[in-house]
T-cell receptor, first 112, second 113 residues
Framework: SQQGEEDPQALSIQEGENATMNCSYKTSINNLQWYRQNSGRGLVHLILIRSNEREKHSGRLRVTLDTSKKSSSLLITASRAADTASYFCATDIIQGAQKLVFGQGTRLTINP | EPEVTQTPSHQVTQMGQEVILRCVPI?????FYWYRQILGQKVEFLVS????????KSEIFDDQFSVERPDGSNFTLKIRSTKLEDSAMYFC???????????FGSGTRLTVV
């Protein structure tokens, strides 16, 4: 598998439910970031978690990082229709200059 | 909130033509990047730029690509002789000292016909 793989690839839930997306990676990282992309639009930075952090919160978002398992999860609580988008994890790897390696993304659909 | 601005939002060009995609990064940022996303695929790193030179580039960033920071505000990506497979969304991004994440522009959709 490649660096920064999300699962599931697609997730459809009812409004109000929680959505959990997972990301796995292979190499050592400086940090891991989550981005949202509405269809055909730009990337919006949601949250960054550093390699020495285990959990981080931002509003309805909760991100965890397990460096021993090389995995991260993004939890969106009390989902809203406006949360419908693709969500990508991106790893800032420890190798040379800064660059992000993106996963394939999870397509989240919130049904009203 | 500061933004990264990209122009144009959409460009259609003939195969073999040169295109220049423009970006205005956040003014006090020091690191600049180009990424691209082919329709339906993941976002791929192209190049990073720091201190007026390329700091890293991917295999995609071959001799047909070049970047430039012609003045204190603009950051451009030039594709010298476009191919059909260059059709993609191109994203510019910047980040600052201390590094609290990237700010991406809204992208330029390039269509090569």
């Amino acid at each position: 598998s490649q660096q920064g793989e999300e699962d599931p690839q697609a997730l459809s839930i009812q409004e109000g439910e929680n959505a959990t997306m997972n990301c796995s990676y292979k190499t050592s990282i400086n940090n891991l970031q989550w981005y949202r992309q509405n269809s055909g639009r730009g990337l919006v930075h949601l949250i960054l978690i550093r390699s020495n952090e285990r959990e981080k919160h931002s509003g309805r978002l909760r991100v965890t990082l397990d460096t021993s398992k090389k995995s991260s999860s993004l939890l969106i609580t009390a989902s809203r229709a406006a949360d419908t988008a693709s969500y990508f994890c991106a790893t800032d790897i420890i190798q040379g200059a800064q660059k992000l390696v993106f996963g394939q993304g999870t397509r989240l659909t919130i049904n009203p | 909130e500061p933004e990264v601005t990209q122009t144009p939002s959409h460009q259609v060009t003939q195969m073999g033509q040169e295109v220049i995609l423009r970006c205005v990064p956040i003014s006090n940022h020091l690191y600049f990047y180009w990424y691209r996303q082919i329709l339906g695929q993941k976002v791929e790193f192209l190049v990073s730029f720091y201190n007026n030179e390329i700091s890293e580039k991917s295999e995609i960033f071959d001799d047909q690509f070049s970047v430039e920071r012609p003045d204190g505000s603009n950051f451009t990506l030039k594709i010298r002789s476009t191919k059909l497979e260059d059709s993609a969304m191109y994203f510019c991004a910047s980040s600052g000292q201390g590094y609290y994440g990237y700010t991406f522009g809204s992208g330029t959709r390039l269509t090569v016909v």
